[in-house]
């Protein structure tokens, strides 16, 4: 029996909802403010597993335990931030959900997998099937196989925060 405990940080309810169906061993952070050394000592995680996130971890945090962030393009292309809005302006119809190590380069972590995925015109839909995807094939693969990242290879293409007002999707 598998007796490992992980956190999941996420703000998003689509992603809320796989956590909600997942064991006991699972636990949720989905505000900044419970996002602390304290709270993550009480847990104990194997695997810290960021999942659409609006922050910085803090260097406390990523240096003790093993963080997971999981980014929508195929780093290194497609670092900072909307990777959405950026992928439609770039043209991109298919990409790659990549799983990496946090450390202190923002989206530069060596990487535990990568998953394909396509674009759809509609945000929402293709955040949710994003979702399905990490928790149901790209957690459990890194949960199961402890595979050891490795560096990003590649150019670096950094796509920058679209300020315009968003549409919230809900």
């Known amino acids: 029996m598998n007796t490992e405990r992980y956190i999941i940080v996420t703000v998003k309810h689509w992603n809320i909802k796989h956590v909600k169906h997942m064991g006991d061993e ?8 419970d996002l602390t050394v304290e709270k993550i000592k009480e847990i104990n995680p194997r695997y810290i597993f960021v999942v659409h996130w609006h ?14 962030v999981f980014h929508m ?6 670092r900072g931030g909307s990777p959405y809005e950026n992928l439609v302006k770039y043209g991109v119809v298919h990409s790659k959900v990549s799983a990496f190590r946090c450390n202190e380069i923002l989206d530069g972590g060596p990487v535990y997998i990568k998953s394909e995925y396509f674009l759809s015109k509609d945000k929402k839909d293709t ?3 994003i979702s399905g995807i990490i928790f149901g094939y790209m957690i459990p693969y890194i949960i199961n196989n402890n595979p050891i990242p490795i560096p990003q290879c590649g150019k ?3 796509f920058k ?10």
């Open 26 to 33: 699972y636990y949720l952070i989905s505000r900044k403010k």
């Open 73 to 78: 393009t195929d780093l290194p292309f497609g």
């Open 55 to 68: 922050w910085l971890i803090p260097a406390e945090i990523y240096n003790r335990w093993e963080v997971v």
């Open 161 to 170: 925060r679209d300020k315009r007002k968003k549409v919230v999707i809900r």
């Open 127 to 129: 955040l949710c099937n």
């Open 156 to 158: 670096v293409v950094s």
